[in-house]
C-alpha cells in the first residue's frame, strides 16, 4: 500500500467511528395476545416505526463548520436488495456541541411525505455524508483510496418490533461502513 492510501486508511479508523440515529416522533402502537390456555400469560408486542431521524456524529479533528457537509440519504421500501433508492429529504447541517462539550454535527432527514405508507419491517436507509477539507484542492473526508472519492455511510432500520420482553427502539448506534457513493447504495457493504 503507497503511504498516501495508508495515510487514508488510518483516518478511516479514528476520525469518525460511528453515528448515533434518533427517530423523531415515532409512531408506537402495542398488541395484547391472550394465550388461548386457561391462566396462561398473553404476550404483548410493540411497534415502532420512524420516517423522521436525526444523525448526530463526532469528528475528530476535521469538522469546523456544517458547510462543509455533502450528505445523502435515501429509503429503501423492500429493503436494500430488492428496490430502487428514493432520495430522502435533508435539513441544513447544524453545529452542536455533545456531551464534553466538543463539536459535533447534527443532520435531520426524512422519507418523503408520498413514500411514508411505504414503510415495512425489511425498509432500510441508507445515511452517506463526506467533509470539504478544502473544495480548491478537492481535498475530502474521508480522503480518496485507490483513486476513488469515498463517504461515511450507515444503513438504519425504520421499523422495529419488540415483546413484552424486549421493547421495540429505533434509536441506533451504528458503526460506519466508508466506501464510495454508488457502492453504499447496493446491499455489497451491508
Keep these: 500500500m503507497n503511504p498516501i492510501d495508508a495515510q487514508a486508511k488510518l483516518f478511516d479508523y479514528i476520525v469518525c467511528k460511528e453515528i448515533a440515529f434518533s427517530p423523531v416522533n415515532p409512531k408506537n402502537t402495542g398488541t395484547y395476545t391472550p394465550s388461548g390456555i386457561a391462566g396462561g400469560v398473553g404476550t404483548y408486542t ?6 423522521h ?22 429509503f429503501y421500501p423492500e429493503g436494500i436488495k430488492k428496490s430502487t433508492p428514493v432520495p430522502m429529504d435533508i435539513q441544513k447541517p447544524t ?7 466538543g463539536e459535533a454535527l447534527q443532520i435531520e432527514f426524512s422519507i418523503p411525505n408520498k413514500f411514508k405508507n411505504q414503510i415495512k419491517f425489511h425498509s432500510d436507509v441508507v445515511f452517506a455524508l463526506r467533509l470539504h477539507l478544502d473544495k480548491s484542492q478537492e481535498l475530502h473526508f474521508p480522503y480518496a483510496l485507490n483513486g476513488k472519492e469515498r463517504y461515511l455511510g450507515a444503513k438504519i432500520e425504520v421499523k422495529d418490533l419488540g415483546s413484552s420482553i424486549f421493547v421495540s427502539d429505533l434509536n441506533q448506534q451504528e458503526k460506519v461502513t466508508i466506501a464510495p457513493l454508488q457502492e453504499l447504495k447496493t446491499s455489497k457493504p451491508w
Design 46 to 51: 410493540t411497534t415502532s416505526t420512524a420516517s
Design 53 to 74: 431521524f436525526i444523525a448526530k456524529m463526532v469528528f475528530s479533528r476535521f469538522f469546523n463548520h456544517p458547510d462543509q457537509v455533502e450528505v445523502y440519504s435515501f
Design 95 to 101: 453545529k452542536i456541541y455533545d456531551k464534553e462539550n
